[in-house]
Nanobody, 123 residues
Framework: QVQLVESGGGLVQAGGSLRLSCAAS????????MGWFRQAPGKEREIVAA????????YYQDSVKGRFTISRDNAKNTVSLQMNSLKPEDTAVYYC????????????????WGQGTRVTGSS
């Protein structure tokens, strides 16, 4: 029903910035909450940030508060994650996801997933 494609990952030195984008196709996600998750090797997938359908409400994992910003453009069916002051511990594959019941913080609550894009914060 919904296809999500992430882009914008790469290698950035510690303290640098990177912007991830997620483009939706198949149907609109304008009424869905959207989340960004990340998964490092050997670790569980964890919430990074989420945003409700209108963009008014947001959630951030404690470790990224003040550094990352989630936003969405419903007219273009895109969601972005601006990442500033990157740290080595931010290194992971980042996934965008969509769900229909509002902001959730667990991966199991989300209905659709992108393929992921790798982010490396080098030291």
């Amino acid at each position: 029903q919904v296809q999500l494609v992430e882009s914008g990952g790469g290698l950035v030195q510690a303290g640098g910035s990177l912007r991830l984008s997620c483009a939706a196709s198949g149907r609109t996600v304008s009424m869905y909450a959207m989340g960004w998750f990340r998964q490092a090797p050997g670790k569980e997938r964890e919430i990074v940030a989420a945003i409700n359908w209108s963009g008014v409400s947001t959630y951030y994992q404690d470790s990224v508060k003040g550094r990352f910003t989630i936003s969405r453009d419903n007219a273009k069916n895109t969601v972005s994650l601006q990442m500033n002051s990157l740290k080595p511990e931010d290194t992971a594959v980042y996934y965008c996801a969509a769900e229909r019941s509002g902001i959730r913080t667990t991966a199991s609550a989300y209905d659709y997933w992108g393929q992921g894009t790798r982010v490396t914060g080098s030291s």
